[in-house]
């Protein structure tokens, strides 16, 4: 693969630009040529969603997803989870609180998913977060850290 | 949760995870994130065929690949001790001569990229002469199998068999090991026995899929040196076994392990350390062999077996003698196959009283994945088929599942078998916890609804070592050191809760370091759910010489008793006056600390140290058009000992119990003609969130006879192994139709409807 080509990127918030292999994937990508190393690579294949990242607010498993079909787009990695004054979201709050991490190499998925669909206007209609939740796979829990979590989400939601 | 009372500051509290914060917001570093300057990337070339003779390997074309750097194969053995395994050394590093299974490694490449080293293995040319493919246990067995090997016996460093068994070794060249136990006079007690069942129970090939695939580091500096960073779950094994390999001394191969995301048995013992070495040494580079998911899942598995249980019970239903014959497909090599055939074949008697118990269970060699430790080490073989054939039993002798079982538990303190260690809980109080929660069948109004039990007890912390060391620091910060790996167990909180306890400390204040084989205090590895007790005794007892040491240095600057001094929340306490350990440092004197240090080991001895009893019950609705089960309502219990942290108790316990689930419905790695059919993540079917009942519940029992910190035991191995005889139990109480075969697939279980409706009844 000789030929190269350009792409600009808004990773949480900053812009990026850099000359890509057309075979780059977005994980390595966001790995390797920007060193966020938060995104996991797990199954390689679409299956866990340990690589989950929003693309324009939409997750999408990067280890799927080709680093050119990112261009001009406004990317979020676990990196730009927190506030920004570096404490946790209310989701990592949430899954803190419900004593989520076990190995941890699923979470930094489990967040972006989690985030990305609080960040749905509207909610897609007949959609939950648990039906999304569905996309991404946990090896060490029972995913009942994650359900508690989504009930303090829900709680929080409907008492602001 | 039954709680004991707790008067402690940090034991017993849900102490969130240490690393939490950092897996949370993607800042935690696992071994896969590590890399090193001018580091190369490796991949590995796979065979195709499951069977067959090497006549050639042509790597000429791989070296002209550009950016290639360095290639192997089983030709650089040569010279080397190039064979591992647990008990029996019989997998090469790399295939020699012969390959034994579709998708054992041929050669590596280290190339300055891993995509230029993909593109180096396509180009290398292996010429195979193939041999028949041997895909299960009844192939292996059958007259006209052709051998796997040559028939001679591997180096092995099998111990002396425990009691009432005996062993051996590679009897036969499709047999791996031999595995026999017997107490009591068996066929006379047989021949007194009212009723006597004989069922035939199979599992199938589960894959322990953890989300880090497996990945090595490797840099030789020179040839006497070897430093590694890698995911495994043994890193002080690892260094005896590239120091073996490679002819190194030991004190010269470094491990550093840090966190690891998941391993569950799949990263214990050697497994693709020895290939980056190799390359490492061969390139004089650091050399990154990391694996996709789908390798991992080539690289080891669970057992697929067959159990034929025969059972005898007295006229009243007291169990009375059991002999059990297995079968476990050990794959083409041993990695931990006789350590799990030797701990299965000694726990046939399950939770019951037995006059007498025999067992032979045989590692079958085919030409499949390499089958070693996976969570519950047999354990889960043996409650599949013993707890379904307690169900079975019950409805031949006309007794109710839950009262056959609560008649025959051993009693507190009792051994179900010589020289086995006394039973350290309560059988019957934890099964009343779960039978108590759920309503029998005939309560309900759906007709194809069922609930079945299943209880199993397995030991854990056997022949184990673990060190520790802490570290006082005048600043009032402390270190902890420890061998015990961080694989999503939470083993860093746990052991930073005792060392808090002990020191009488804030825990934020407590940092577990990473593990680096030079510094790190030994341990015999991340196995048999023994890191909160084993490795949790030594960091109570390094904290106890920690502390010691401050009041003995304070005990010198104040010119006072050391029985005068207390040490709490990092002060020392002397009458009315307190000091903190700044206070005390005093920059014109020569024998300042750098640092207040306790180190302590702990040995435990063979056989088990505690025992970790699960008891579950499980509900489930059958539809009997499609065969479709769902899970409505799983209970587990577990007797914890004392809970140091409840929350990371019950985490346990939900995850394995979700691996089970997998295990009972849908988890399979299925073979034909010779080749993996749903070895990737993609094929394999995992549980997911959907998956598990709404209704799922956990209890915690603290019995407080563990022989842990604070009274703890493990708990890690428990919360599967109960988990697909509750749900065959549940399926037959529902539909009146029993599968012994594992996963219970829609299909079986409409196959066992209609056999069912084919058939007179004769039991459930």
């Known amino acids: 693969m000789t030929e190269s080509l350009r792409i600009h990127i808004k990773v949480n918030g900053r812009p990026e630009s850099a000359e890509i292999a057309p075979n780059l994937m977005l994980v390595d990508f966001l790995r390797e040529h920007l060193g966020l190393q938060g995104t996991k ?52 709050n949430a899954l803190h609180d419900c004593g989520v991490p076990q190995c941890g190499f699923c979470t930094p998925g489990m967040v972006m998913m989690m985030e990305g669909f609080a960040r749905q206007d509207p909610l897609p209609p007949g959609q939950t977060l648990e039906t999304w939740m569905n996309a991404n796979l946990c090896r060490c829990s029972g995913y009942q850290g994650f359900r508690r979590a989504l009930d303090q989400l829900a709680n929080e939601a409907g008492n602001p | 949760m039954t709680a004991l009372p707790n008067t402690l500051a940090h034991v017993g509290r849900s102490l969130a995870d240490v690393n939490g914060h950092d897996k949370l917001t993607g800042a935690a570093r696992y071994a896969s994130d590590f890399s090193l300057a001018g580091m190369l990337h490796a991949k590995i070339l796979r065979s195709p065929h499951p069977h067959a003779r090497i006549v050639s390997i042509d790597a000429s074309k791989a070296l002209a690949v550009p950016g290639v750097v360095g290639v192997v194969s089983g030709e650089d053995l040569s010279g080397l001790d190039h064979t591992y395994g647990m008990f029996i ?101 047989f021949a007194g026995c009212a009723h006597i069942s004989e069922d035939r129970f199979t599992l199938a090939r589960q894959s322990h899929a953890a989300l880090e695939p497996h990945v090595a580091i490797a840099f030789a500096s020179d040839h006497e040196h070897v430093e590694v960073w890698s995911n495994n779950q043994d890193p002080f094994l690892l260094r005896e076994d590239i120091a073996r390999i490679f002819g190194l001394s030991a004190e010269n191969v470094r491990f550093h392990a840090g966190l690891v995301g998941g391993g569950f048995g799949s990263k214990s013992y050697c497994k693709i350390e020895p290939i980056a070495v190799l390359l490492a040494r061969k390139t004089g580079r650091p050399v990154r062999l990391a694996l996709t998911m789908a390798e991992s899942m080539m690289t080891v598995c669970d057992h697929p077996a067959e159990i034929r249980l025969r059972t005898g019970v007295s006229a009243s239903g007291e169990t009375v003698v059991r002999d059990a014959v297995v079968e476990l497909d050990g794959g083409a090599y041993a990695d931990a196959s006789p350590s799990v055939a030797m701990r299965m074949g000694t726990r046939f008697n399950g939770p019951y009283r037995w006059k007498g118990v025999r067992t032979r269970v045989r590692v ?106 802490i570290d006082i620091h005048p600043t009032g910060d402390v270190t902890l050191a420890a061998g015990v790996t961080e694989i999503g167990q939470n083993t860093r909180t746990i052991l930073t809760q005792v060392a808090a306890e002990v020191l009488g400390m804030d825990t934020a204040r407590i940092r577990v370091v990473n593990i680096d084989t030079h510094s790190t205090p030994f341990d015999s590895g991340t196995h048999a759910s023994n890191g909160a007790t084993v490795a949790g005794l030594a960091v109570r007892d390094a904290a106890t010489k920690a502390a010691a040491e401050v009041l003995l240095f304070a005990a010198g600057r104040l010119q006072c008793r050391v029985e005068d001094l207390s040490f709490r929340q990092m002060l020392i306490v002397h009458g009315s006056a307190s000091y903190s350990l700044s206070d005390l440092i005093d920059p014109t004197m020569k024998d300042n600390p750098a640092s207040f240090s306790g180190a302590a080991s702990v040995q435990t001895p063979g056989g088990s140290l505690f025992w970790m009893p699960i008891w579950t019950v499980a509900e489930v609705e059958v539809d009997d058009e499609t065969g479709i089960v769902r899970l409505t309502r799983l209970i587990n219990a577990a007797d914890v000992g004392r809970a140091i942290n409840p929350q990371r108790c019950i985490s346990q316990i939900e995850g394995a119990a979700a691996q089970g689930l997998g295990q009972a419905l849908f988890e399979d790695i299925s073979y034909r003609n010779g080749q993996p059919l749903t070895a990737t993540p993609l094929t394999y079917r995992m549980p997911r969130l959907a998956d598990i009942p709404a209704d799922f519940e956990t209890i915690i029992l603290e019995q407080g006879r563990g022989p842990g910190p604070f009274g703890a035991k493990g708990v890690g191995e428990s919360g599967n192994l109960t988990i697909p005889a509750a749900i065959a139990n549940a399926i037959a109480d529902a539909v009146g139709a029993r599968v012994m075969d594992l996963p219970m697939t829609p299909d079986k279980i409409l196959r066992a409807i209609r056999a069912k409706a084919g058939a007179s009844p004769s039991g459930r």
């Not at chain 2, 390959?99 to 180096?120: D, I, K, S």
């Not at chain 2, 047999?175 to 107490?183: E, P, R, T, V």
């Not at chain 2, 088929?385 to 609560?406: K, N, T, V, Y």
């Open chain 2, 364 to 469: 079958i060699r085919t030409t499949t994945i390499p089958a070693g430790s996976f969570r519950g080490f047999g354990m889960g073989h043996v409650t599949w088929a013993c707890e379904s054939q307690m169900d079975m039993i019950a409805g031949r002798i006309g007794l109710h599942p839950a009262a056959f079982r609560a008649q025959n538990f051993l009693d507190p303190g009792s051994s179900g078998a010589p020289g086995e260690r006394v039973l350290d809980c309560d059988l019957t109080e934890g099964f009343n916890a779960v039978r108590n929660r759920i309503a029998d069948k005939t309560t309900s109004a759906n007709t194809n609804r069922g609930t079945g039990f299943a209880v199993a007890c397995k030991g854990g912390g056997s022949s184990h070592r673990a060190d520790a060391r």
């Open chain 1, 41 to 92: 690579l797990a199954c390689d294949q679409g299956a866990c969603g340990a690589c989950t990242v929003l693309l324009d607010g939409r997750p999408v498993t990067s280890c799927l997803t080709f680093a050119f079909a990112a261009d001009g787009a406004d990317l979020q990695t676990i990196e730009g989870a927190s506030r920004d004054n570096g404490t946790l979201s209310q989701v990592q």
């Open chain 2, 89 to 189: 050394r019989d997998q090469p590093v790399i295939a020699v001569d012969k390959v034994r299974f579709a998708g054992e490694p041929m050669a590596a490449v280290a190339a300055e990229t891993e995509e230029l080293a993909y593109r180096a293995i396509a180009a290398i040319h292996v010429e195979y002469d193939v041999l028949p493919a041997i895909s299960c246990i009844a192939d292996a067995l059958a007259g006209n199998a052709p051998p796997l090997f040559d028939g001679r016996l591997h180096p092995s460093s099998l111990q002396p068999p425990p009691l009432c068994s005996s062993w051996v070794q590679e009897p036969a060249p499709n047999i791996l090991f031999d595995f026999s136990y017997s107490f009591g006079d068996i066929e006379a007690l």
